[in-house]
């Protein structure tokens, strides 16, 4: 009968109460309780294996920020600390240069300021 779509029945197509769909209900349920417990094992293994690999590569991650960090440490000590060092080493140098060779300069005045 065709009018509302509310209205339109088939014969052929059978209710929730029908009989032929009680046996074929029972063992959709059954397929689906079966497939989430087996999914959710599968899954929590699949999960935990992830997490284990998510803690290696944390591990991992943090050790190479700390072999960084070394690296930059040990730049710094290498190139920064020379330089520095520069910044007193040169003004002494140029003062016994221009002691020696430079007007009345004395070997021994320059011997006398490095304390030998």
Sequence with gaps: M???????????IP???HPDRIGSRFVFLFFLFWYNTTMDEE?????????????NIYRSA???????LWT????????????VALLFVVP?????????????GDINQTLDRLGL
């Design 2 to 12: 065709k009018g509302r779509l509310g209205e339109i029945r088939s014969s052929r």
């Design 15 to 17: 209710t929730a109460a």
């Design 43 to 55: 899954t929590a293994q699949k999960l935990a294996d992830m997490d284990k690999k998510l803690d």
């Design 62 to 68: 943090e050790k190479t920020r700390k072999y960084f």
């Design 72 to 83: 930059m440490i040990i730049s710094l000590v290498v190139f920064v600390l020379p330089l």
């Design 92 to 104: 002494f140098v140029f003062s016994v240069y221009s002691g020696v060779g430079g007007e009345g």
